[in-house]
């Protein structure tokens, strides 16, 4: 099984539409997880971090825990074309170590 | 905003040469981490750097990979004799004490 698995898409929405991305993890021993978004031919941007379960809000952006789950979710409210990018879910084994990321969502949101 | 910095941008090579990638991470942190990325690919893990020496390593890092710190400001990755395998964009990070990584723009390195 890997450790965490994210659907690669692609996803195409409307813009104003509410998006959804989610990653899946194995190890139960996780605790902080990352959302990161890659534009085409640039480095991972880090856009949200969580410490285990919970909820966390930055403008249009929600990142959500779900530990019982091992489920981790991205949420965009009114998406923009800006928001057109790779999306990817990242877990360190411990605060300080090596990321291991997902695959990716590619994103693209029409005008 | 700080950034870190990463130099070339593309670098083409020939199978067997010697390349290095160089990175000047933001100047306060003091973690210092090398990604590759395959082409259609994840994101992976190759090296971490702390205090001058390798905190951890992948797999991937095998004898053919190199990290240097040779000053206060340059982070470089040296590969010895590049295969074609090694073709990725690499990526630079690094990081204070907490945990929010900082990527540079990446390498492409592309080896015929």
């Known amino acids: 099984q890997k450790e965490v698995e994210q659907d690669p898409g692609p996803l195409s929405v409307p813009e104003g539409a509410i998006v959804s991305l989610n990653c899946t993890y194995s190890?139960?021993?996780?605790?902080?997880f990352m959302w990161y978004r890659q534009y085409s031919r640039k480095g991972p941007e880090l856009l949200m971090y969580?410490?285990?379960?919970g909820n966390k809000e930055d403008g249009r952006f929600t990142a959500q825990v779900d530990k019982s789950s091992k489920y981790i979710s991205l949420f965009i409210r009114d998406s923009q074309p800006s928001d057109s990018a790779t999306y990817l879910c990242?877990?360190?084994?411990?605060?300080?170590?090596?990321?291991?990321f997902g695959e990716g969502t590619q994103l693209t949101v029409n005008p | 905003e700080p950034e870190v910095t990463q130099t070339p941008s593309h670098q083409v090579t020939q199978m067997g040469q010697e390349v290095i990638l160089r990175c000047v991470p933001i100047?306060?942190?003091?973690?210092f981490y090398w990604y590759r990325q395959i082409l259609g690919q994840k994101v992976e893990f190759l090296v971490s750097f702390y205090n001058n020496e390798i905190s951890e390593k992948s797999e991937i890092f095998d004898d053919q990979f190199s990290v240097e710190r040779p000053d206060g400001s340059n982070f470089t990755l040296k590969i010895r004799s590049t295969k074609l395998e090694d073709s990725a964009m690499y990526f630079c990070?690094?990081?204070?004490?907490?945990?929010?990584?900082?990527f540079g723009s990446g390498t492409r390195l592309t080896v015929v």
């Open positions: 100047s306060n942190h003091l973690y």
């Open positions: 190890n139960s021993a996780f605790q902080y």
């Open positions: 990070a690094s990081r204070e004490e907490s945990y929010g990584y900082t």
């Open positions: 969580t410490y285990s379960s």
């Open positions: 990242a877990i360190p084994e411990t605060s300080g170590s090596r990321l291991t």
